[in-house]
Structure formats: C-alpha cells, structure tokens
C-alpha cells in the first residue's frame, strides 16, 4: 500500500496529505467546540449539551446512552447547522475581501499542520523516525511564518465588514498579534542554541528538539519545560495571545466590541474562524509539546525507543512499526488534548485583560522577559559547551 | 473600623503584579468545581419538589361534595391585574337542589398568555373556589389553547377540603326557619 502511494504523481499524493488533514482538522475543531462548552459546563456545575441522539443510537444499550451525555452527537448538530442556515452577507460590506477572509484565516490554520511531525516509529535499523505530512527542515520557522499570516485574516474580516467594531477587533488583532509575536519567537531561541550545539549540523527542525529530549542521562532525558521553565511560561503565555484566546482575547471581546472581527459574519463562514481558531490552538499546543513536553516521549527519562523495547519484549506484534507509531501518536495526542484543555480551564476561570493592559504586559513585562532569559541561556550555554 | 476611614491601599507585591498566582489559584477553584458532582436539576426527567403554598396555573375547584363552589361574584375578574379572568355569570335553576346559591359561572375563562401567577384571585376569592395550585407548566400550540375555560379549569383543579360549607350551614339555618344566618 505504501509502495503505491509512492508512485502516484507528487500532485496527487499533495491532494491526499491536504485531504487527510482537512478530514482531521475539520472534526477536531468540531469536537473542540464540543469540548469547549462541555468544560465551561462542568466549571459552572452543569452537566453541558447532552440530549441530542439520533434513533438509531439510541438503541445501542449502554454506548449510545454514554455518547449521549458525552455530547457527541451535538457536535454534529452544531456543525450541521453551520452548512444549513442562510448566509447573508450584509449590503455595506465588500464582498470580494468579506468572503476571501474566512478563506485566509483557513488557509495558514491547515498549512501550518503539515509542517508538525505528530508521532514517530522505530524503522528497520531501530531508529526513531518522526512522522509527519511534511517533514521540512526549518520546522518551526516555517510553522511560525505561515501562522502570522493568520492575522491577514482577522485585518481583511475586520476592514472588509465596513462597520465600527469590526473594525476594532481587527485593530486590536493586528496590534496584539505584532507584540506577541516577538516574545513567542525570542522564548524559543535557547531551546534551538542548546540543540544546535557547536560542530553538529544546524537545523529548525522540530523532530530533532523531541530527539534530543530523548537522549539518555539525566540531562538528556529532561524535557525543556524543566530545563528552560521562563521560557516554557512565556512561549505559553505568547501562545494565548496569538491564538486569540482568553484572557487575550481582544480581537473578540464581546463585552466591548460586539463579536469583534467575526461581528458580520454568520453561517459557514463564522464557522471557517471558528475552526481556524481551534486549528491554531491545536498547531500551538503540537508546538508546546514539541518544544517543552517531550513530544511522542511518554514520560520524562522514558523515551519512546524504551517504551518500544518494552512492547516489543511483550509481543512481537506490538514491536511492529505501525504498533509503535500509533503508540507514539496516541501519546503526543494526549498531550496535546491535555493542553487544549488547559486553554479551555484557563478561559473559564479568568476574566479579559484590558487591552492597555494587554499591550503593557506584552511589551513592557514578557519582551524583556524574553530577552532576559535568551541572554542568560547565551550565557549559561556558553559556559557550557565551551 | 470606624466609618470613613480610608481602607489602606497597599502597593502590589512582584508575586501579584505578575498575576501568576491569583491565576493559579482560580485555576485550584475552578478545577473544585470541575470535579464536584453537578447541581443541576435535569428538568423534564427531575422535577423540582416544590414548597406548600406554591402558586402555579390558577384552577376552578369544587367542594367535597362535588359541588361547584364558584358563585360569578366576578371579583377575581375585578381584582385580576393583567385582566386574564372572563366570566359570564348565569343563574342557577329555581328547581335545582343548590337553587339557594342564585348565581354559578355560565362561562369561565382564564387567559394563560395573560396570567402573571400573582394569586390576587385565590386570595379575593369569598368561596375559596379559586386556587392557584401545584401544575406549573402550560404549553399549547395557539393562542386559543393557552385559555383554559371551564372545564378545563376544573379538570384541572379537581376537589378540596373545605372546612367551612357555608352553603349547607346556610341551607341548614333555612330550613330551621331562620334566613338570616
């Protein structure tokens, strides 16, 4: 099967990988907003959406009933609904930019996915092969390039609505996004100087910070979020503000600014900022753990390799490459799924920042916290490594 | 404290100008909840127990004899804030056995749309032939069906004790030859 895949046109091989990730991202970003109201039910103390079934699963005895009160299938209702309401669009907008918006902020969000390696597995001489759609060299460049241009999106929506509060949450985005931006990338520099270490070949590549988390010794194995915990914290606090969620969640603000930049917007294209919302949170929790928690290595000082050799001892079946890679990508998932919930915690416990003071804390507090913390690794990787 | 003075400000400690900890601390408050059983009642499945003296949908009751008790004073549709009561008044038959009454309700008609549950009714009432009762939910798919007539009313309101019967004390007080009770 491998085999054939391979020998079909490099275009239509990039079809399928954009199929395979529309066909993941789409029902994650669905669950997400399943997600999403089922924790801030159970922080209020309700139980959350839990009455939708259809008949027919309604009849499976004790499954249907568990996925009814899990709020599965009002997953389907919500997206359902998108695809079927009308879809004005209102007579003051510009249409061409008012419609090409949604499709902007979708593009960066499923671009950005292909570049995350999201498992790994043992290939035949016993070495850990991450997998990905699109395994590049300058990993995390790319990903942090193609995910500002998602800001593009929330300007277009809010200037192409041709009313006020639009208009001040694409401002807003636009402005918060720039200061945040340069925090999340200065936060990373000391992971990428202690990986790239003089004398080995320089790479941005994301599989190789989980590789080096998985070396052996007691240094090794230490994930970064022990061994650069400043930076862990900005790089997360960074990550709220790009994703636009809460406490940062400016360009929305509904207090203030109605719906923000999506004011106008309603139906399929409300959803398309909806998802590409959820994308972006799910492409930057991938990064966090990428990054801080080890990737597809289970627990710190356990690396997956061990973890390999322990199934492998156990069954030869579970030794088997796809054994290990769904393995590796249940694993990382889970990670990732317990830090889109920590989003979700956070959103619902705290209320939003001012945006001055949004703007103070991103330039006056975690800039220089930032570069602060980039000089003290120089330094102490330079002691180091000397 | 004495009243007006001042409550003193203190500056903010580094801890608390970095938010973290309060952050974290509603992040311990919110998780208590997350984990403690739910308070919500499921409402079609769980109904609510509902306290003596509630007022729900007002209904029409008769006298444990099974007799209406409802005389058409009109005084409910007099005293009715939003104007909910209709009641068209008729005689009772001289050669029934409660001819002594005169008057029952020929019609009685309490519009559900209007009603606002205040119990001004049932507490002007000098039969205590109007009670709001227990049944808090009326649905209907037209206008016309959120009124209840008559029937309705005492289908909904069915029997009460009544401790009084002052309609047989004063039937009795006749027939002893003394009509002025």
Redesign the interface.
């Known amino acids: 099967m491998i085999d054939f895949y391979l020998q079909l046109p490099p275009l239509v091989q990039g079809l399928l990988k954009g199929l395979a990730v529309i066909c993941v991202i789409f029902p994650i970003g669905g669950v997400c907003s399943m997600a999403e109201r089922k ?1 801030s039910a ?6 959350g959406p839990n009455r939708a079934i259809p008949p027919w699963f309604a009849w499976v005895p004790f499954l249907g009933k568990f996925l009814q009160r899990l709020g599965l299938f009002h997953v389907m209702a919500d997206g359902g609904k998108m695809l079927f309401k009308e879809d004005p669009i209102p007579g003051h907008v510009n249409k061409f930019y008012f419609v090409l918006a949604p499709v902007l902020a979708m593009m960066p969000a499923l671009t950005t996915v292909t570049t995350v390696p999201f498992g790994a597995y043992l290939d035949a001489r016993g070495q850990v092969t991450p997998l990905g759609l699109a395994n590049v060299d300058i990993g995390l460049l790319a990903v942090f390039a193609v995910a500002s241009l998602g800001v593009y999106s929330l300007i277009l929506a809010g200037w192409a609505s041709n009313s006020k509060y639009p208009f001040l949450g694409g401002v807003r985005a636009s402005a918060q996004l720039i200061s945040y931006e340069l925090s999340l990338t200065l936060s990373v520099l000391p992971v990428f100087l202690w990986v790239n270490a003089p004398g080995t070949a320089g790479t941005m590549s994301l599989a190789r910070v989980v590789e080096f988390q998985s070396q052996p010794g007691f240094l090794g194995g230490m994930w970064f979020i022990f061994l650069m915990p400043v930076a862990a914290l900005v790089f997360m606090i960074s990550l709220f503000a790009e994703t636009n969620r809460h406490p940062f969640d400016m360009a929305e603000g509904e207090a203030d600014l109605v719906g923000g930049f999506h004011t106008e917007y309603g139906a399929f294209k409300w959803g398309l900022f909806f998802v590409a919302e959820y994308a972006h949170m799910l492409v930057g929790s991938a990064v966090f753990t990428l990054l801080f928690l080890g990737g597809w290595n289970p627990l710190p000082w356990v690396p997956l390799a061990t973890v390999a050799g322990w199934l492998a001892a156990l069954h030869p079946l579970l030794g088997h490459p796809i054994a290990i890679g769904l393995v590796s990508i249940a694993i990382f998932l889970a990670k990732v799924l317990a830090l889109i919930f920590f989003f979700m ?2 959103r ?3 209320p939003r920042f001012r945006y001055d003071q949004v703007m103070e804390m991103g330039w006056k ?1 975690l800039l220089p916290l930032a570069i602060a913390n980039l000089v003290f690794y120089m330094v102490a990787i330079a002691i180091l490594q000397r | 404290m004495a009243a007006g003075t001042p409550v003193p400000r203190e500056p903010l400690t580094f801890a608390e100008r970095t938010y973290l900890p309060q952050i974290l601390g509603g992040l311990k408050t919110t998780w208590r909840h997350l984990v403690t059983p739910k308070t919500t009642l499921e409402y079609p499945e769980q109904r609510p127990a509902l306290p003596p003296g509630y007022r729900g949908v007002p209904t029409l009751v008769r006298d444990p004899h099974g007799r209406e008790k409802c005389v058409s004073c009109q005084l409910c549709e007099f005293v009715c804030p939003p104007k909910a009561i209709r009641i068209t008044p008729g005689a009772i038959p001289a050669d029934a056995p409660t001819a002594h009454v005169e008057k029952a309700p020929q019609e009685f008609e309490i519009d559900m749309l209007r009603c606002i549950y205040c119990g001004m009714c049932q507490e002007v009432c000098p039969e205590e032939a109007i009670w709001l009762q227990n049944r808090y939910s009326t649905t209907g798919y037209t206008r016309e069906e959120m009124v209840n007539n008559k029937a309705r009313l005492y289908e909904l309101g069915g029997t009460l004790p009544d401790e009084h019967l002052k309609w047989d004390r004063k039937k009795a007080a006749e027939t002893a030859g003394n009509d002025r009770h």
Do not use: D, L
Request: aromatic content about 24%; cysteine-free; glycine content about 8%.
């Open positions: 924790v159970w922080i209020q103390g309700r139980p915690w956070v619902w416990t705290i507090k």
